[in-house]
């Protein structure tokens, strides 16, 4: 099990960790010795086992508060992850678009007028290529 020397509050510990773990315990102790550090420019100097206590009070107090807001943000996720399931589960119906009937007098009506138009359509070409006998 490797020993490591950590610094808080301008005071070295040797503390054993298990393999690997050196770096996270490092990290937490980087933490400490921070809360520490504003202890000691608030305060001065003050008994080790006390330092460590305020200093682990102030962390205990910051964790309380992100841990509060985890749990807002987390309400707030799963109000949304509910409302979008609820979304998702939800039928819509198609919307209802009548179109009105063309009438069969006008539809009759349109195909004279494209017959005729074809017709004169072609009598044009007929007169363009000098085919025309009419």
Known sequence: MPEVIISIG????????????????H??????DDEAKVLSDQVGRMPEARMLLMAGLMLADKTASVEDRVAEIQ???DEREAELEGLRNQVIEPERIEIPVVPQSVT?????????????????QER???????
């Open 10 to 25: 301008g005071r070295q510990f040797e503390v054993a960790c298990q393999e690997g773990e050196d770096a996270y315990l």
């Open 27 to 32: 990290s937490a102790a980087k933490m400490l």
């Open 75 to 77: 309400a707030k996720l």
């Open 108 to 124: 009759d009506t349109l195909a004279e007028l494209a017959a005729r138009a074809e017709s004169l359509a072609e009598e044009v």
């Open 128 to 134: 363009l290529d000098g085919t025309y006998e009419g």
